[in-house]
């Protein structure tokens, strides 16, 4: 149609000539105790929150709802209790919804040693100009702190979503880092837009979300992946990175590997992962402040330099 080709074509030439991302290239840093690579090992409970978000009628529809209540009822016990065998400490991104509605399962998680981050309230995915943006990241800092008593270092975008505002916003609220984008296998710090510095980021790794292969629901249709194909994937994807000398960071939700068939899949994995001898599987606030140490020690080296010079 001609009125939407002028269209597309007048904002075809408004858009940037220009990378959306324009950091620095990741430094290489090392990793601690001698490691090859790195994994953030970090999980994201959304509860009911992913069901009903779009349309909160269906709140009533109980079974579509019961798939997010599992994680309450048996998903995140379970993967408590896979992490105190393997010995193994990691980040937990709650909605604040979920804490509200099932505060029992989000302080078993704090009880656990974990780190819990930010993953905004209602799971609304960020958009800029969204006048919900705002709210969305407010609510959720509110609801940790008086529910849990805690004050987040780190921020996962719902729906791994991100913009200039809430960039902006998180760097002014005092988040260390967020884990959403898909654009780098190792640690990276953000430009902002008027050129200062912004948070971290420790970069998602998209093949290490599991709902892309286990969970299927009316409302999210996809096919089910047996075990081998998923393994193979993640080990392959791990052994390459760690080759790189870079980072994997997983995205596990307890609806999807809280239930047995994936829960047996995950600790195959992460045991596999121990047994590399070289791959240090951290939390995201032992990884920022490895970086923040690196970043440090790099710019008083770089100043040193500079004054010999």
Known sequence: MPETDAANRAW????????????????????????????????????????????????????AMSYGGFEARVGVEKLLELLRQEGLKATFFMTGWSIEAHPAMAEAVLRDGHEIAHHGFWHIMPKPGDSMLVEEVERGFDTLKRR???????????????????????????????????DDVRPY??????????????????????????????????????????????????????????????????????RPMRLRLLREFLQFTKSLGDVWIAPGRDIAAHFQRCEAEAAKNGAAKNATS
């Open 189 to 258: 710090r953000h430009l902002l837009d008027d050129g200062t510095p912004g948070i971290i980021e420790l970069p998602v790794t998209m093949t290490y979300d599991d709902w892309l292969f286990g969970l299927s629901h009316r409302y999210s249709p996809r096919p089910m992946f047996p075990r081998e194909w998923v393994l193979s994937i993640w080990k392959d994807e791990l052994l390459e990175t760690r080759d790189w000398g870079g980072m994997v960071t997983t995205v596990i939700h307890p609806q999807c590997s809280g």
């Open 12 to 63: 075809t030439e408004r858009m940037p000539l220009a990378s959306v991302n324009r950091a620095p290239l990741a430094p290489h840093f090392p990793w601690p105790y001698g490691n090859k690579g790195g994994m953030f090992l970090s999980f994201d409970v959304d509860a009911e929150t992913p069901w009903n978000v779009a349309d909160p009628s269906r709140y009533k529809e109980l079974v």
């Open 148 to 182: 849990l008593g805690v004050v987040p270092l780190g921020y996962r975008a719902p729906n791994g979503e991100s913009c200039e505002e809430l960039r902006v916003l998180l760097k002014n609220k005092g988040i260390v880092y967020s884990s959403s984008w898909r």
